[in-house]
Structures are given as structure tokens and as C-alpha cells.
């Protein structure tokens, strides 16, 4: 289940549709509180996989009939069963497909046996779907759902540009600093970024690597574990995870946004938020090489794309990016101008009423 102030979840559709309704939160948060209009209805964050997967749609069962809301807008598989149970009780249910859930089960190494699992899920799922409005994050995810289901809507998960216009800046950067925001798993390239810091420290040049996230136990031992992890650790500043607004306040004293994802099979054929978002603040990024990013990145020219995987291609780019003033300052006006005529929320707040409307009419 997703944390309060996941952005697609609260800083996008719950900002948005209190514009016209009464908008009530069920997520992972410490209290019941009211932020911005919105009413959080507190839920525990179970550390335990199975427990999380399997149980926690049950204990929402009664804390979801209490609200006795006209829609419910589930936006996790495992609360596909909640769902069903609603719509026993007459309820119109929203069912918002973030990823390619079947696809990520090949992705995921803690999953055994994935080819059963797939299958499992794939047939628990179809017939499920048929019974909910479809919402879709991705177009690439239409080869999978169309089959499913005639009433799915794609609302791309693009930026506000009212909401980050406060954090933009168009000059001045600091491109010795880095700056990434988001979950943090090996595959998404911190470990490469490590490294790519680590051989630019040895051309006699210093990089600083400001991180926004949790650090999971895993990923945080790794880096430790790092046989240079000595010699650059003082260039490394992780600051745990944060809202959107004191995440993206310490993106303004860097230069560089990273978005280095690892080639998975939900990756290559899903926009990263976090592009656009730097693209709004007027950050140019180096992300991974995927044709898909590379439409944006390359095609409209506010970054540079590198191998994931290949630590000296990124260190080059990121040397290169901050050396080649001119050619930066482009890369900032592209973005942003991209952004706010392509890739912006404002078209797709509409679609989000659309489906409301349809639903309540």
C-alpha cells in the first residue's frame, strides 16, 4: 500500500479532485489528519511482505465501508480483493495501474518461481479487472489491458507546473552537485553513481551526490561494502525520504538531476516522474538509454542518455554536461519549455474529471 504523499496518489489526483469533491485518503501515514483539504485516514506500514500482500486489503475492509464513499480509488494489486468486496456492496470502483504489475514479477528478486506466479496472477486478475474502471499510467500498458476491459482511460503521470514552479531555477546552478529523488534499489543506478563519483574524484575532479529516499538495509550495506566507499563518502549526502516540498527544496543548490534506472521490464516502456519534474525545475538530467526516454530526453535536448550500467560513460556525461556551459543553459530553457507544452498535468486533469463524471452521472 502507498504512503500518504505518494505524488501520483495525493499530490495528483487528490489535490485535484478536491477541487470539486470530498476527497478522503486510506494510506500509509503516522495519524488521521486533514492536509490541504484532504482527509488522511491513517493505516499501518507492515514490514512483512506476506502480511502486506495478503491481509492488509481485510483490515481495509471495514475502514473503507465506514467512509461510504460514491467511488473508491484503489491504486494497488493487492487491494484488487478490497475492491470486489465493494462492489458486492454496490460500490463504483476505480482500479489505476501505476506499472505493469505482471511484467515487474520477473524484475523482482525476492519472487520465486515466477513463471507461476505470473500465470497466477494473470488469471486472477483479468477477470477481476472487468468489474472496475480502468485507469492506466502508460500508454504501453494498453497492449496488456485493452484485452480486459472497454472502459480504461490513460492519464499520464506528468508534472504540475504550478506545483514546481517554486522550486525552478534557471541559472546559476551548481553543476558540481547531483541530485536524485525517489525509491532507492540497486536498480536505480546508485551504486553506478558511486562509482561514476568515485572515478571523477580521481581525474581531480569533486562531484556531491545529494539523495532523497529511504535507504533500505540491503542498498545501504552495499554501498559500505563499496571497497571506495572510504574515499568519497564525504561527497555523499542521503537524507532519508521526505515530502515533495523538502525533497525538491535541496534540488535548488544542485545542477544535475540523475535518473539512472536499470533496464527492467516495466523500466523500458515507463516514463520516470522524476524527468519531468526535473525538466520543470529547470534541471537537466542524464538518464538511462531507453528509446523511450531518449524521446524525451535526446529528442527535445534537456540531457544526455547513457548506458545504465556502463559507470564510465556516466562519468564522462556528467563531466561533460558541467564543463559545456553553453550547451548546459540549452538544455534548461528545452526543458522546461518541453515540459509546459507537452508533458504537463494540466492536460490530464481533465481526463481524471472525465472519468468521475462518467462514473457519478
Known amino acids: 500500500m502507498h504512503l500518504s504523499f505518494d505524488t501520483r496518489i495525493f499530490y495528483r489526483y487528490c489535490k485535484t479532485l478536491s477541487a470539486l469533491y470530498a476527497v478522503t485518503l486510506i494510506a500509509c501515514h503516522p495519524r488521521n489528519e486533514t492536509v490541504e483539504g484532504i482527509d488522511i485516514k491513517a493505516f499501518p506500514r507492515y514490514k512483512n511482505r506476506f502480511f502486506r500482500v495478503f491481509m492488509s486489503w481485510l483490515l481495509l475492509i471495514p475502514k473503507s465501508l465506514k467512509i461510504n464513499a460514491k467511488i473508491y480509488h484503489l491504486h494497488d494489486p493487492e487491494l484488487i480483493p ?28 525476492w519472487i520465486k518461481n515466477k513463471q507461476f506466479w505470473h500465470r497466477t496472477y494473470t488469471l486472477f ?12 499510467a502508460e500508454d ?14 490513460v492519464v499520464h503521470n506528468y508534472c ?24 532507492l534499489f540497486e536498480n536505480r543506478g546508485i551504486l553506478q ?27 545501504a550495506e552495499a554501498i559500505t561494502n563499496l571497497p571506495f566507499y572510504g574515499e568519497i563518502r564525504e561527497q555523499i549526502i542521503f537524507y532519508g525520504r521526505k515530502n515533495l ?17 536499470h533496464r527492467m521490464s516495466n523500466s523500458i516502456e515507463s516514463y520516470p516522474t522524476k524527468l ?68 504537463n ?7 481524471v474529471f472525465e472519468v468521475y463524471h462518467k462514473l457519478l452521472s
Not at 85 to 103: M, P, R, S, T
Not at 125 to 136: C, D, V
Not at 140 to 153: A, V
Not at 250 to 258: A, R
Request: glycine share 6%; hydrophobic share 40%; proline share 3%.
Open 245 to 261: 516540498e523538502d525533497g525538491y527544496a535541496i534540488s535548488k543548490k544542485c545542477g544535475i538531476g540523475l535518473c539512472i534506472i
Open 193 to 219: 553513481i558511486l562509482e561514476a563519483i568515485y572515478l571523477l574524484k580521481k581525474r581531480g575532479k569533486t562531484y556531491y551526490f545529494h539523495c532523497v529516499g529511504e535507504l533500505y538495509t540491503p542498498l
Open 125 to 136: 486478475e483479468k477477470p477481476a479487472l472487468r468489474l472496475f474502471e480502468i485507469i492506466l
Open 276 to 343: 519531468f519534474e526535473y525538466m520543470a525545475i529547470g534541471l537537466p538530467s542524464i538518464t538511462s538509454d531507453f528509446p523511450l526516454y531518449k524521446t524525451v530526453v535526446e529528442e527535445n535536448e534537456c540531457g544526455i542518455t547513457v548506458n545504465p550500467l556502463d559507470v564510465l560513460a556516466l562519468a564522462n556525461g556528467i563531466e561533460r554536461m558541467s564543463l559545456e556551459k553553453e550547451q548546459y543553459e540549452k538544455m534548461v530553457k528545452h526543458g522546461f519549455s518541453t515540459v509546459l507544452e507537452k508533458y
Open 140 to 153: 504501453s500498458y494498453l497492449k496488456r489491458y485493452k484485452s480486459f476491459h472497454k472502459n480504461i482511460s
Open 160 to 183: 504540475d507546473i504550478g506545483f514546481f514552479d517554486h522550486y525552478k531555477v534557471t541559472e546559476n546552478r551548481n553543476v558540481q552537485h547531483l541530485f536524485y529523488i525517489g525509491v
Open 82 to 109: 478490497l475492491g470486489l468486496v465493494l462492489k458486492l456492496f454496490g460500490k463504483k470502483v476505480i482500479y489505476d495501474i501505476h506499472e505493469n504489475i505482471a511484467e515487474d514479477i520477473f524484475d523482482k528478486d
Open 345 to 351: 498535468w494540466s492536460n490530464e486533469r481533465q481526463k
